[in-house]
């Protein structure tokens, strides 16, 4: 006896035992999966997945992960919106290998996800690139003052923990016009770049000329006041004691002008060694350092390189005059 069955019948019975077959092949039983998503729901991370929109139930484990780990695709940026129609959802879904009935959808025909975002303040950026500053400039006798040439707009950047680190991008002096870079880091990684300028003061008590100074006359202190100066580029060493031995014994060589600050650069500098003084000689090779006795056969100021002998072997070198005791070599 023949049984005869209708074609579409037939393809609808296959499509049955299909989807049954697919089912238990995921080892998920039909209609067991539950997922609920709201209408409006916030992300944090660049890419959406279904576990960061909805709350899975009936399913654990592995099972669990896997489905939870469904992309949908790329999150917009920090503070702006994509909405998520309920068909796309369901087919990434099936595309898992999941059939539309091993799971319902509990949710509105579009989602929108919003992706979280908090807001880093031009002021937060300024005041970390001024601290860093302050303390690299190397000011030890004196004040710093570090003033922002423009404010960058405010950084809207994922809600998430960040980090702040400045480059210098090269540059070696800390002081005038100063441009650097800050790099605002998320999990390790370079988010944002913001680039910064400054102008760095360095401000120091100095002494300041309160009258003209003619070449000849010696320093007196009543001749100056103390003003607080930036302290920019200057010929000489400045002066900040009135009490040493080159104010003490200073002749104005080059005429000081009304409203100058008192370098060395101005006097006659005089001699700190004198001819047949006894020193100690230090000679540094490398990391060796050897020391002995000499006599200067030569007058000398600081900073200067004299003829000495040495008191054992007769030998004569030049030496730096270090201070009045001690005369130094420097060999590589």
């Not at 025909?109 to 500053?133: P, W």
């Not at 080159?246 to 409203?259: D, M, Q």
């Not at 060395?264 to 006894?278: A, E, K, N, R, T």
């Amino acid at each position: 006896m023949r049984v005869f069955i209708n074609r579409n019948l037939y393809r609808l019975l296959i499509l049955f035992i299909l989807m049954v077959t697919l089912v238990f092949n995921s080892g998920v039983k039909a209609g067991t999966i539950k997922i609920i998503i709201p209408e409006y729901v916030e992300v944090s991370d660049s890419r959406i997945t279904l576990g960061d929109i909805a709350r899975i139930e009936g399913v654990e484990g592995e099972k669990l992960a896997e489905i939870a780990s469904v992309d949908l695709g790329q999150a917009l940026l920090p503070g702006y919106e994509r909405e998520i129609p309920r068909e796309l959802i369901s087919l990434a879904i099936q595309q898992k290998g999941y059939s539309p009935a091993s799971f319902t959808l509990h949710m509105p025909y579009k989602v929108t996800v919003k992706t979280a975002s908090r807001r880093v303040s031009s002021d937060t950026i300024i005041a970390f690139a001024r601290d860093y500053l302050k303390e690299k400039v190397n000011c030890p006798a004196g004040r710093v003052e570090i003033i922002p040439r423009f404010n960058p707009p405010d950084l809207i950047i994922p809600d998430r923990d960040y980090s702040l680190e400045i480059d210098l991008m090269g540059q070696q002096e800390l002081k005038g016009n100063v441009s650097l870079r800050v790099l605002l880091k998320i999990d390790g990684q370079v988010y944002k770049r913001v680039y910064l300028g400054f102008e760095v003061k360095l401000l120091q008590e100095v002494f300041v000329a309160k009258r003209s100074i003619k070449k000849g006359e010696r320093l007196v202190r009543d001749d100056f006041s103390i003003e607080t100066r930036e302290i920019g580029s200057f010929r000489g060493e400045l002066i900040t004691d009135f009490n040493n031995r080159l104010v003490k014994e200073g002749i104005v060589n080059i005429p000081i002008t009304r409203g100058s600050i008192l370098t060395s650069y101005y006097l006659i500098i005089p001699d700190i060694v004198s001819f047949g003084d006894v020193l100690k000689a230090e000679v540094i090779v490398g990391n060796i350092r050897v020391s002995t006795l000499v006599k200067a056969r030569e007058n000398g100021k600081k900073g200067e390189y004299i003829l000495v002998e040495n008191l054992k072997t007769g030998y004569r070198f030049k030496a730096q005059v270090i201070n009045s005791h001690l005369v130094r070599v420097i060999q590589p």
